[in-house]
C-alpha cells in the first residue's frame, strides 16, 4: 500500500499524457456543453434572429479549410505524379478526415433539428448551395474515409488482430488515384461553395459578390496545406523517432507561401473594387471590416500576421530552413485563415441593412458566443487535436519512412480472393 | 499488382461527362427553382395603406392568437418609417411572399416552397433549422424557434383563437398569410379578402381598413382595382424579388 501511494506521489506524467489530459478534458467539458445544447436547444447561444451564425460556423468553415491539405496534396502525389509528397498526403488525409468529423459534429450543434440532419440526402434542392455543401461533404468524408483506410489497415493491433481486414483496408491504396479525382472534384465544389453560401446572398451586399468562392479555395489550400505541414514538424520534433524527410516539407512550405501570394492578389482587387462608388450596405460592411470593429482581426490578424509575414518567412530560403520561423509562419497561416472566416461570417451579419423605403439606412448589432458556444466549439477543435495527436502516437499518421508493406498486401490479397 | 480494369483516362472522361450532365440539369433546373410549380387560378397579394396606418399594431396582435406566435416573436411588425407632413408614419412588414423569394432558393431541404399561387409556406415538419433562409430573407421577415413556446398566449383570446398548431423548438416561422384560412374559405365557396372568415388576420383586424387582401388574377378584385387607382411601391424593388406585399404611400393630405 505504502508504496503504491509512493510510487504515485512520485509519479510524473510526461508531455504527452499531460497533452493528452488535457484536451480529453477540455473535449470532456464541450460534451456537456454540447449535451446542453441538445437538451434545451439554441436558446443557450447568444445567436438571434438578426446574427443567426456564429462561432460554430466559423469552427464549421475553418475545419473545412484546414481540411483542404487532403485533396491539394493527393492531387499533386496522384493526378500530377508528384510522389515524393505522398506520405504528407497521408498525414493530410487524415487531418482531413478528422476535420470533416470536426465539421459534421459543429454542424450537428448548430442545427436546430439535430435529428433531421438525414433530411438533406432525402429531401433535394439542388439549387441550394448549402445542399450542394452538405451532399459534397458527405461524400467527401466517405472518400476520406476511403483514403484513410490504409492507415488504419496499417496497425500492428489490427493486423494481428484480423488480417485480412487489415489486409483489405491496405489494398485500398491501389484505387488512391480515382479516390484523389473524386476528392478533387468534390472539393472543388464544396470548398468554393462555402464561399458561395455567402456569395450568392443579395440581402447582404458585403457578401454578395462572386469572389467569396475563389477566396474561400484559394485560402483553404494554403491553410490546409499549412496545417499538414505544421504537425507533420511538430510530431517530429516531439517524437525523434518519427522520421520525416524536410525536403518535401520545405518545399510544401514554399508553395504555402506562393498560394498566400495568390490569395493577396486576388483579396486585393476583391475589396480594392468595392471601394468605388458608393454601395448601400456593401460599403458600410467594407469600412466595418477595414476601419470598425473588425480592423484589427482584418489588418494585423488576416493581412501582417495571417499573410505578409507568412510569406516573408516562407518565400526566404534562409529564413524558411530554420524550422521554428518556418513554424511560426504556417502556425500563423492558420490562424489568418481562421480569422478570414470569423470576419466574413461577421462582416455580412452584423451590418445589417434596412428594408425601410425613406432611406437605405444600416443598422448595427454585436455578437459575442455565449459560454456555453465557446465551450462547446472549444470542446470540437479540442477533440480534433486530440484525434490527431492519437493518430500520430498509435498510427503512425506522420511517417516518412519508405513503406515495404504495399509490396507484401498486393501480393496476399489475390491469393485470398 | 494486376492492371487496374477502368484506366485513368476512360475514368475521367466518365467523370467529365456525369459532372456536364450534372451541371446542365442543375443550370435546367434553376430557371424554376424559386418559382412556383403547379397551377393555381389565383395570386394572392396583400395591399398595405401607409396613409391610413395608424401604427396601432391590433394587426401584430390578432396575428399572434390566430397563428399562436410566441411572445418575443413577430410575424407581422409595425415599424416607424419617417413622418410626412409632421405625422409619423407606420410600415407594417409581413411577409412578402416573394415572387423570386431568396429563402426557396437557399433552403437546402424545400422546406421554403412556393404555392401556385404565390404563397411562400413552410414546410415545419422538413425544416432542419439550418437558418440559412433567415440569413438570406432581406425584409427579416422569419423567426427561429430558439426554445419551445410552452406558455400561454397573451393575444390569446382577446385578439382570438389559435387556428394553427404551435411550432415546435429548433424550425423557422413566418407569416403565412393566413394560409389556413384561405384554403378553408375556399372549400366554403368564400372569396378569400371579401368574407373575413376567408381574410387574413390582421387584415381583419385593422380598424382603420389600410390593409386589403385580394386575388391579383381577378383584375376585378379589390387589390387589383386599388393597385390601378393609386401609386404603389414595394420594399426593396433593387433586388428583384417581387414582393406580393403592395404598399400604397403615405400622402400629406390625409390625416388618419
Redesign the interface.
Known sequence: MTALTQRLAGYRPSRFQLWVGALAGVTAIGLVAGIIVFARGLVVTNLNDLVPWGLWITIDLSAIAMSAGAFTLCAAVYLLGLKKYQPLARTATFIGLIGYSMALLTLLLDIGRPDRFWHGFVYWNPHSVLWEVTMCVALYFGVLMLETAPIFGRTAWLRSRWPSLAGRLQSVHHIAPYLAIAGLGLSMLHQSSLGATYGVLKARPIWYRPDLSVLFIVSAMAGGIALTVLVTMLAARHWSKIKVRDDILDRAAWFVGWVLVAYLYFRFWDAFAMTYTYDPGRTEGLRFITNGPLSFNFWVGEILFGAVIPILILLRERSRRNPVLRMLALGLVVAGIVAYRWDTTMAGQLVVVSYLPQELATRYTTYVPSLIEIASGLGVVAYGMLAVTLGIRYLGVVDHTPEPEHEAVAERVPAQA | ??E?R?N?RT??KV?GAG?TAAAG??TL??AS??EATGDSPHRWAMVIDQSKCTGCGYCTLACRAHNDVAPGMEWNTV?E??QVAGEQVY?P?PCMHCEQA?CV???????SVHRADGIVMMDYD???????C???????A???????FTGRNPAVPRWGEPEVARR?????EKCTFCVHRIDRGLSLGLTPGVDPNATPACVVACPTGARTFGDLADSESNVSKLLAGHSW?R??ED??TAPRVY?L?PRAEVTP
Do not use: H
Open positions: 499488382m494486376s487496374p477502368l485513368r475514368f475521367l467523370l459532372a440539369l442543375r433546373r434553376r427553382a424559386s415599424l418609417s419617417g410600415l412588414r431568396p432558393d437557399v433552403c437546402p431541404v424545400k422546406a422538413r425544416c432542419i433549422g439550418c437558418r440559412y433567415e440569413v438570406a430573407c432581406p425584409y427579416a422569419r423567426s427561429f424557434n430558439w426554445e419551445a415546435p423548438r429548433g424550425v423557422v411601391f420594399l426593396r433586388l428583384g404598399y404611400p
